[in-house]
């Protein structure tokens, strides 16, 4: 048997109950209002996974929810936050209340963690975070998040090695998989490649399944071959409400209710994953109750018009 | 604030991001952070610098941005771009290559040294406020040869010393950047508000004031600063908008206001 072969396509609830367990290190796809792994969360969400340690760049509402829900208990990214429609209120509220462990990057010193893992190496170097508090101020624990070394080619230069990151699992939201799992990202990619490379699972959910003949005649346009891929989940809007490029745009009035509640916290908050995630089998019915048929084809045709 | 009515009546936040786009030359390679950055890149782009090439770190290269993109990874801002990539391209390949001119981002404290926090107000450990973090800024501002930064001017805004350094200015004085390691040549840092622009005196590693925005006085600069800028022998004063700026800000690069609302100053 050859490396993660043989035909991946199941549910959401499958994948997530197959590859995601209690205690592990989850990679996050996507970036702010960019084609978030929702559909993939919910499920988490639903099965009530713990003590997960969520790893990504810029983290977004993804990964808000599942501290909302409370089954976070580190991060480990360069930035919480929705840009203009506001920061990650959860996330916040964790860390302000001492609920969340947290350790800071920046964007490139995260990728470059990645970039390590997904080449079999320990560690990368970086000239980022030189001289700043986030190599100054103490982390969660003793473990050490860099070292200083010396670059041995021009003594006295200090270089700031970053360990390897190598998440359990990934998720990600793409447009396009086949059942085999080779699986095409189009527009902006941001850490995915990397960090889907650097993981020992890696589920993709997907806009449209294709045939593997479809993939063998333009390979160019692979952005992850099927070695690195465990599960493909078919799922139309999968990252609602985020955007999917080339798909549909993001849907503003429902993220702008979600920071409305997640802000408030409390009940309000409790009420948003009863109503949208909690009170659903499955994301096709979220879809129906929190969006419906129009409002999904009027997000489509914004985004066509932006292309 | 209301500016004196001199020629067409505009706000301070406006001629701001007006300011802050004049530091970007046609051709320059921008790296954009989200927020005002965003704006002000597009203005420079619509106005005077159609060939600069936009950097956003998803991966997009040289994109022509359309109004008015509310994410860095807003289709908006990928518009008949050159190349949409990976973050490690733009962050990595670009600008920690040292390929960038301009860095530009916000903050919510900048200090006498042009340290940015982004990151926490209080203590690290247990914050009072949790910020939303670095994300590329700390990279922006150790990677680009020229940094720019761009905030509404309170006293909170700019204390002496940042509560937490999420990004590089020149740390603690003139040899700040070279005892940290950081790459040569070190970058000028050019911080633009709503009441003035200062910048890094390489000398002495501190923030000096360079300009006063129009009708706004030395001292109300002083008691919205929690440090005392260096003074030169003559303080110059902001150009105000050209008819053609305000245009373009207004009609074509915010008109919504996204970014600028009216009487959120």
């Known amino acids: 048997m050859g490396r993660k072969t043989g035909n991946k396509v199941m549910t959401a609830a499958e994948a997530v109950e197959r590859?995601?367990?209690?205690?592990?290190?989850?990679?996050i796809g996507g970036q702010t209002i960019g084609r978030c792994s929702m559909a993939l969360v919910h499920e988490i969400v639903r099965q009530g996974i713990k003590d997960l340690v969520l790893v990504g760049c810029s983290m977004s509402i993804s990964m808000d929810i599942m501290v909302g829900a409370g089954l976070v208990k580190r991060t480990e990214c360069g930035t919480g936050n929705l840009e203009r429609l506001g920061t990650t209120f959860q996330w916040r509220a964790a860390i302000e209340e001492g609920r969340l462990e947290v350790e800071d990057y920046s964007h490139l010193a995260m990728a470059s963690r990645f970039l390590a893992g997904s080449l079999g190496l320990p560690f990368m170097p970086s000239k980022s975070l030189l001289g700043t508090d986030i190599l100054n101020k103490k982390s969660f624990d003793d473990r050490k998040p860099f070292a200083l070394v010396d670059n041995p080619w021009n003594e006295g230069e200090p270089v700031v090695l970053l360990p390897a990151?190598?998440?359990?699992?990934?998720i990600v939201h793409a447009?396009?998989?086949?059942?085999?799992?080779?699986?095409?990202?189009?527009?902006?990619?941001?850490?995915?490649?990397?960090?889907?490379?650097?993981?020992?699972?890696?589920?993709?959910?997907?806009?449209?399944?294709?045939?593997?003949?479809?993939?063998?005649?333009?390979?160019d346009r692979t952005t992850i071959p099927y070695l690195f891929v465990d599960a493909v989940v078919l799922q139309p809007w999968g990252a609602y409400p985020?955007?999917?490029?080339?798909?549909?745009?993001?849907?503003?009035?429902?993220?702008?209710?979600?920071?409305?509640?997640?802000?408030?916290?409390?009940?309000?908050?409790?009420?948003?994953l009863q109503q949208h995630i909690f009170g659903h089998a499955t994301f096709d019915d979220f879809l129906k109750e929190a969006a419906g048929a129009d409002r999904l084809s009027e997000l489509r045709d914004t985004m066509l018009s932006l292309l | 604030m209301r500016a004196p009515k001199m020629g067409s009546w505009y706000r301070l936040d406006e001629l701001m991001v007006v300011?802050?786009?004049?530091?970007?030359?046609?051709?320059?390679?921008v790296i954009v952070g989200t927020g005002m950055p965003m704006v002000a890149s597009l203005l420079a782009l619509k106005n005077h610098a159609p060939n600069m090439c936009f950097v956003v770190e998803t991966g997009t290269i040289a994109p022509q941005v359309i109004r008015t993109p509310?994410?860095?990874?807003?289709?908006?801002?990928?518009?008949?771009?050159?190349?949409?990539?990976?973050?490690?391209?733009?962050?990595?390949?670009?600008?920690?290559?040292?390929?960038?001119?301009?860095?530009?981002?916000?903050?919510?404290?900048?200090?006498?040294?042009?340290?940015?926090?982004?990151?926490?107000?209080?203590?690290?450990?247990?914050?009072?406020?949790?910020?939303?973090?670095?994300?590329?800024?700390?990279?922006?501002?150790?990677?680009?040869?020229?940094?720019?930064i761009i905030s509404r001017h309170e006293r909170r805004r700019f204390p002496e010393r940042c509560d937490y350094i999420t990004?590089?200015?020149?740390?603690?004085?003139?040899?700040?950047?070279?005892?940290?390691?950081?790459?040569?040549?070190?970058?000028?840092?050019?911080?633009?508000?709503?009441?003035?622009?200062?910048?890094?005196?390489?000398?002495?590693?501190?923030?000096?004031?360079?300009?006063?925005?129009?009708?706004?006085?030395?001292?109300?600069?002083?008691?919205?600063?929690?440090?005392?800028?260096?003074?030169?022998?003559?303080?110059?004063s902001v150009d105000p908008p050209s008819e053609r700026e305000l245009r373009l800000l207004r009609e074509e690069v915010d008109p919504h206001n996204v970014y600028l609302k009216a009487g959120d100053q």
């Open chain 1, 19 to 27: 590859f995601v367990a209690e205690g592990a290190t989850v990679g």
């Open chain 1, 165 to 170: 990151l190598t998440p359990d699992v990934s």
């Open chain 1, 175 to 219: 447009q396009k998989a086949d059942s085999m799992g080779n699986v095409i990202i189009e527009g902006f990619t941001t850490h995915e490649p990397e960090m889907v490379k650097a993981s020992g699972s890696v589920i993709v959910s997907c806009e449209e399944l294709v045939d593997t003949d479809t993939i063998r005649r333009d390979p």
């Open chain 1, 242 to 272: 985020t955007s999917t490029f080339r798909y549909y745009e993001h849907d503003e009035p429902h993220l702008r209710d979600y920071q409305e509640r997640a802000r408030a916290g409390g009940d309000a908050y409790q009420e948003y």
């Open chain 2, 19 to 29: 300011e802050a786009s004049r530091y970007i030359a046609d051709g320059d390679i």
């Open chain 2, 70 to 148: 509310v994410s860095v990874s807003d289709a908006r801002v990928m518009y008949r771009a050159v190349r949409l990539g990976s973050l490690l391209d733009a962050l990595g390949g670009v600008l920690q290559r040292g390929l960038a001119d301009i860095g530009f981002l916000g903050g919510a404290q900048i200090d006498q040294f042009a340290n940015v926090n982004s990151t926490v107000i209080g203590d690290y450990s247990r914050p009072k406020v949790r910020l939303p973090g670095s994300g590329g800024a700390n990279d922006l501002a150790s990677h680009a040869k020229k940094v720019l």
């Open chain 2, 167 to 236: 990004s590089p200015g020149y740390i603690d004085g003139p040899e700040g950047r070279k005892k940290a390691g950081l790459p040569v040549p070190y970058p000028d840092i050019i911080v633009v508000t709503d009441l003035a622009v200062m910048s890094i005196d390489k000398a002495v590693g501190r923030l000096r004031l360079d300009k006063l925005m129009p009708g706004v006085s030395l001292s109300k600069v002083g008691e919205n600063t929690g440090f005392e800028p260096l003074l030169p022998s003559e303080t110059a």
